[in-house]
């Protein structure tokens, strides 16, 4: 291998985030003209890398060399005038303004006296789409264009800056086979030109009809990088999963009752495409997904919070009016949202008002509330899930993750419940305040709840599962039971 | 991490903790300071005049302070209570019935809500726009009305008494302003409602999954928070003796500054009931100090400018201070 071929250089790095080892010393090179992929599990590292090599993180420790010299990122800015561009899923542009514009957006060309020159500005912008096969009006407005015309004008923009690193973060996951298609021949066409590809994606078969080299994390490391010729799907497969901890978690109750929920053909205008499926009582029901593929718009449309464009919801026979929360929470469905602060928790209350707020209603007489009854209930509850407060007056902003969590859980517990759908339940969560929750969720299905539990974590779904759906693009491909399921059946459902 | 405190945050960390405390100093720096350049001041009828003054601000304030809680605003009530006293008075004349007077005009302010309410909800339009309109509809509303002040042809004594009557020595203005305070003050601290109002400001979205109906709880304060207004507008036109239609001009940012320096947060989720009966007097003494010192009246107005100013940069203090406090 000639040295000089290597253009990007990531020696030892790590990152640590509040409780999360995201990265534990990565060593990862790129050759010019060469795509690698980047694969692994949500959470095992690969965006925390992109994103230091965009100069959105600082990394904790560890070098990188850019061209053979050291780098030192402290923008995202930073990173695009040494000539890294990164091509993240939100793109970066701006809709009201030309593709030329946007092109040369952080360097117009200019003439003498400062104006902007728009011959030269077009004409470039034509030469760079041309560079890449590509045939787009350089005056027409970025909001008129479709996602994939939108990624090229990214693409066109690195090119512009002379970028000798692309990086792309799950390019393909909102395009068409066609658009896929042609988004390739792209990237080929860059490889032609000899710039450096770091290709981040959740689908195997993108990686042997494109890349070059297959890099592979898990847990915050690199677990192996090989030529795709070395290896195969199953290699790569057995190396993102690795691990065996099916026993971590016991599910000691596996009764099922009658069904409870029945979810027929439920489907949103944007992410849901006909999702049925039935809940019976005393049952878990692990949903497994990749990013993207809709599980949290499903909890939600379930529950009412987003609108619903076709389906049905039954609970215990009856039809449940859709798209009211109100509703659904008085029918005695209960959500644990996947965002605590933003969609779960009233920060500016306390911790026992946080606990309260289903069931207040329990400990009021004439429309006043009774605070010693609803003292007395909370006390029990935080003494029951160990949570951790100076007191029950304390704000729950101040409280931990874990702490804020169970707090969240146990305004479930409190409540009469039929359902209960928990939406990444350990999430940003330390190992000991983990298997609490799941202890809980076990507890909860054996009080007869019917459980559903959206995760993207492998061993969580296997752990706390009592059978499995696999969804991928806003649709159910795949559904197993706790005994036949496997890891690499379950991810081969995911990324199908 | 530990913070290092200096100055600045120990102060704004004071501000979060003690809030009332600082604002009941503040007040009474002021009331020593006025004093001092005219012992009139302190005088028992110049408190009570105060007092009387500051009934119509904190009446209205109690519903602004609930709206403001939930996350939402309303210029519209200064408007509200210019209509609210030229129905009032004319329906009283119409009718000679000083009851159905005052019906009317509180019947005006809870459909100024619930309109409010509406737009709010069904309409998705912003609260301050929504309400910035509903001010010129109503200031339009009552000049095509009533072009010229509606007097009393009535001379009823009950209507008089309203704004210029006394319980003992009590004027009734402090009276209504005192049982409106208490039943509130319960609804809001104590019931399931105020609760409510707290939760929905503070995060909508957990609001909604906890079953709360949002929109119904919104509507509802905004037609509360007319409604009493429009008791500010009844004791207001009682006060002046005639129906003017250009009155209660700038009444909405006099009630609002005096929320927001008594604490309750632009942003929702926040406020205190305490805060704004404290915030509105403060604003009322200095009006009522400009006075007394014998200045020019029309620096009243721009004293509570500036007074606005301060305290929505308190409130972002405020705000700033706490987000400190979490990554301690």
């Given at each position: 291998?000639?040295?000089?071929n290597?253009?990007l250089?990531?020696?030892?790095i790590?990152k640590?985030?509040?409780?999360?080892k995201?990265?534990?010393?990565?060593?990862?090179?790129l050759r010019r003209?060469?795509i690698?992929?980047?694969?692994?599990e949500n959470?095992?590292?690969?965006s925390?890398?992109i994103?230091i090599?965009a100069?959105?993180?600082?990394?904790d420790?560890g070098?990188?060399l850019?061209?053979?010299?050291?780098l030192e990122?402290h923008?995202?800015?930073?990173s695009?005038?040494?000539g890294?561009?990164?091509?993240f899923q939100?793109?970066?542009?701006v809709?009201?303004?030309?593709?030329?514009?946007?092109?040369?957006?952080e360097s117009?060309p200019?003439k003498?006296?400062?104006?902007?020159?728009w011959?030269t500005l077009n004409?470039?912008?034509l030469?760079?789409l041309?560079?890449?096969?590509?045939?787009l009006?350089p005056?027409?407005?970025?909001s008129?264009?479709?996602i994939?015309?939108?990624?090229?004008?990214?693409?066109a923009r690195?090119?512009?800056?002379?970028?000798k690193?692309?990086?792309?973060?799950?390019p393909t996951s909102?395009l068409?086979p066609?658009e896929?298609r042609s988004?390739?021949?792209?990237?080929?066409?860059?490889?032609?030109?000899?710039?450096?590809?770091?290709?981040v994606?959740?689908k195997l078969e993108?990686v042997f009809e494109?890349?070059?080299?297959?890099?592979?994390?898990?847990d915050?490391?690199l677990v192996?990088?090989k030529?795709v010729?070395e290896?195969?799907t199953?290699a790569?497969?057995?190396?993102?999963?690795g691990?065996s901890?099916?026993t971590?978690?016991?599910r000691?109750h596996?009764?099922r009752?009658?069904?409870v929920?029945?979810?027929r053909?439920?489907?949103?205008?944007?992410?849901?495409?006909?999702?049925?499926?039935?809940?019976?009582?005393?049952e878990?029901v692990?949903?497994f997904?990749?990013?993207?593929a809709g599980r949290?718009?499903?909890a939600k449309?379930?529950f009412?919070?987003?609108?619903v464009?076709?389906?049905?919801?039954?609970?215990?026979g009856?039809?449940?009016?859709l798209?009211s929360?109100?509703h659904?929470a008085h029918?005695?469905?209960?959500?644990?949202?996947?965002?605590?602060?933003g969609?779960?928790?009233?920060?500016q209350?306390s911790?026992?008002?946080?606990?309260t707020?289903?069931?207040v209603r329990e400990?009021a007489r004439f429309?006043?509330?009774?605070?010693?009854?609803e003292?007395?209930?909370s006390?029990?509850y935080?003494?029951?899930?160990?949570?951790k407060?100076?007191?029950?007056?304390h704000?729950v902003?101040y409280l931990?993750?874990?702490?804020?969590q169970?707090v969240?859980l146990a305004?479930w517990?409190m409540?009469?419940?039929?359902?209960?759908i928990?939406d990444e339940?350990?999430r940003?969560i330390d190992?000991g305040?983990k298997?609490e929750i799941h202890k809980l969720i076990d507890?909860l299905?054996?009080?007869?709840?019917?459980?559903?539990?959206?995760t993207?974590?492998m061993p969580?779904?296997?752990?706390?599962?009592?059978?499995?759906l696999?969804?991928?693009s806003?649709?159910?491909?795949?559904e197993?039971g706790?005994t036949?399921?496997t890891q690499?059946?379950i991810?081969?459902?995911?990324?199908? | 991490?530990?913070i290092?405190?200096?100055?600045g945050?120990t102060f704004?960390?004071?501000?979060?903790l003690?809030n009332e405390i600082i604002?009941?100093?503040?007040?009474?720096?002021?009331?020593?300071l006025?004093?001092?350049?005219n012992p009139?001041?302190?005088?028992?009828?110049n408190?009570?005049?105060?007092?009387?003054?500051s009934s119509?601000?904190?009446?209205?304030g109690?519903g602004?302070?609930?709206l403001?809680?939930t996350?939402?605003?309303d210029l519209?009530?200064?408007?509200?209570?210019?209509f609210?006293g030229?129905?009032?008075m004319d329906?009283?004349?119409?009718t000679?019935?000083?009851?159905?007077?005052?019906?009317?005009?509180?019947?005006?302010?809870?459909l100024?809500?619930?309109a409010?309410?509406?737009?709010?909800?069904?309409?998705?339009?912003?609260?301050l726009?929504?309400?910035?309109?509903?001010?010129m509809?109503l200031?339009?509303?009552v000049?095509?009305y009533r072009?010229?002040a509606?007097?009393?042809?009535?001379?009823?004594?009950?209507?008089?008494?309203?704004?210029n009557?006394y319980f003992g020595?009590l004027p009734?203005?402090i009276?209504?302003m005192?049982?409106?305070?208490?039943?509130?003050l319960?609804?809001?601290?104590k019931?399931l409602?105020?609760r409510?109002?707290y939760a929905?400001g503070?995060?909508p979205?957990a609001?909604?999954?906890s079953g709360?109906n949002?929109d119904?709880?919104?509507i509802l304060t905004?037609?509360?928070s007319?409604t009493?207004?429009a008791?500010?507008?009844?004791?207001l036109?009682s006060?002046?003796?005639?129906?003017?239609?250009?009155?209660g001009?700038g009444?909405?940012l006099?009630?609002?500054?005096?929320v927001?320096?008594?604490?309750?947060?632009l942003?929702?989720?926040?406020g205190?009931?305490?805060?704004?009966?404290?915030g509105v007097?403060?604003m009322?003494?200095?009006?009522n100090g400009?006075?007394?010192?014998g200045?020019?009246?029309?620096?009243?107005?721009?004293?509570?400018?500036?007074?606005?100013?301060?305290a929505v940069?308190l409130?972002?203090r405020r705000?700033?201070a706490?987000?400190?406090?979490?990554?301690i």
């Amino acid at each position: 291998m000639n040295e000089n071929n290597v253009i990007l250089e990531v020696r030892r790095i790590t990152k640590e985030f509040p409780g999360v080892k995201a990265l534990s010393g990565v060593d990862l090179s790129l050759r010019r003209g060469e795509i690698q992929a980047l694969v692994g599990e949500n959470g095992a590292g690969k965006s925390t890398l992109i994103k230091i090599l965009a100069g959105v993180y600082k990394r904790d420790s560890g070098e990188i060399l850019f061209e053979g010299a050291p780098l030192e990122l402290h923008s995202a800015h930073d990173s695009l005038r040494r000539g890294i561009k990164v091509v993240f899923q939100e793109l970066a542009l701006v809709l009201q303004l030309s593709v030329a514009e946007n092109v040369f957006l952080e360097s117009f060309p200019l003439k003498r006296g400062g104006a902007i020159d728009w011959r030269t500005l077009n004409r470039r912008t034509l030469e760079i789409l041309g560079s890449i096969n590509l045939d787009l009006n350089p005056t027409r407005k970025v909001s008129s264009l479709t996602i994939s015309q939108q990624q090229m004008v990214e693409i066109a923009r690195a090119l512009s800056h002379e970028a000798k690193v692309v990086i792309m973060d799950e390019p393909t996951s909102a395009l068409t086979p066609n658009e896929i298609r042609s988004l390739f021949e792209v990237i080929r066409r860059l490889k032609v030109l000899g710039i450096g590809i770091l290709y981040v994606t959740h689908k195997l078969e993108e990686v042997f009809e494109l890349c070059d080299r297959v890099t592979v994390f898990r847990d915050g490391q690199l677990v192996s990088s090989k030529p795709v010729g070395e290896t195969n799907t199953n290699a790569v497969v057995t190396d993102m999963v690795g691990r065996s901890i099916s026993t971590l978690f016991p599910r000691t109750h596996s009764g099922r009752g009658e069904t409870v929920l029945g979810v027929r053909g439920l489907a949103t205008d944007q992410k849901l495409k006909g999702v049925s499926f039935e809940v019976h009582a005393g049952e878990v029901v692990g949903i497994f997904g990749l990013l993207g593929a809709g599980r949290t718009e499903l909890a939600k449309a379930i529950f009412g919070l987003d609108p619903v464009s076709a389906g049905e919801l039954e609970l215990r026979g009856r039809k449940l009016r859709l798209g009211s929360t109100s509703h659904s929470a008085h029918a005695g469905l209960g959500l644990l949202t996947e965002d605590r602060k933003g969609e779960g928790l009233v920060l500016q209350m306390s911790v026992a008002q946080n606990m309260t707020l289903p069931s207040v209603r329990e400990f009021a007489r004439f429309g006043l509330i009774r605070t010693k009854a609803e003292n007395a209930r909370s006390q029990e509850y935080v003494q029951r899930l160990a949570i951790k407060t100076p007191s029950l007056r304390h704000k729950v902003e101040y409280l931990s993750g874990g702490n804020q969590q169970k707090v969240l859980l146990a305004r479930w517990l409190m409540k009469k419940l039929q359902v209960i759908i928990l939406d990444e339940p350990t999430r940003g969560i330390d190992v000991g305040a983990k298997a609490e929750i799941h202890k809980l969720i076990d507890e909860l299905a054996k009080g007869g709840l019917a459980v559903i539990v959206l995760t993207s974590e492998m061993p969580e779904l296997l752990g706390v599962s009592d059978r499995i759906l696999v969804m991928s693009s806003g649709r159910i491909t795949g559904e197993f039971g706790r005994t036949e399921a496997t890891q690499e059946k379950i991810l081969a459902a995911a990324i199908a | 991490m530990a913070i290092t405190a200096t100055r600045g945050q120990t102060f704004t960390r004071a501000l979060i903790l003690f809030n009332e405390i600082i604002l009941v100093l503040v007040l009474v720096l002021l009331s020593i300071l006025i004093s001092i350049g005219n012992p009139k001041f302190i005088s028992l009828a110049n408190i009570l005049n105060i007092l009387r003054d500051s009934s119509m601000a904190v009446i209205a304030g109690i519903g602004m302070t609930m709206l403001l809680i939930t996350g939402e605003v309303d210029l519209s009530i200064g408007s509200l209570v210019a209509f609210v006293g030229v129905v009032t008075m004319d329906i009283i004349n119409k009718t000679q019935s000083t009851a159905l007077g005052v019906l009317a005009g509180l019947a005006l302010g809870a459909l100024t809500g619930l309109a409010n309410g509406l737009v709010r909800t069904k309409l998705k339009v912003n609260s301050l726009i929504g309400t910035i309109a509903m001010m010129m509809i109503l200031r339009g509303g009552v000049y095509l009305y009533r072009i010229a002040a509606v007097q009393n042809y009535h001379q009823k004594e009950a209507f008089f008494r309203i704004g210029n009557g006394y319980f003992g020595f009590l004027p009734i203005p402090i009276l209504l302003m005192a049982v409106l305070y208490l039943v509130f003050l319960l609804v809001i601290n104590k019931s399931l409602a105020g609760r409510y109002l707290y939760a929905t400001g503070g995060n909508p979205t957990a609001a909604r999954i906890s079953g709360i109906n949002v929109d119904r709880l919104k509507i509802l304060t905004f037609i509360a928070s007319s409604t009493l207004a429009a008791v500010a507008g009844v004791i207001l036109v009682s006060r002046m003796n005639s129906g003017q239609p250009n009155s209660g001009q700038g009444f909405e940012l006099e009630v609002i500054s005096g929320v927001i320096l008594g604490g309750t947060s632009l942003g929702g989720g926040e406020g205190t009931l305490i805060g704004t009966l404290i915030g509105v007097i403060i604003m009322r003494i200095i009006n009522n100090g400009i006075i007394i010192l014998g200045w020019n009246q029309d620096l009243q107005i721009v004293v509570s400018g500036f007074v606005l100013i301060a305290a929505v940069y308190l409130d972002n203090r405020r705000k700033n201070a706490r987000s400190k406090i979490i990554t301690i």
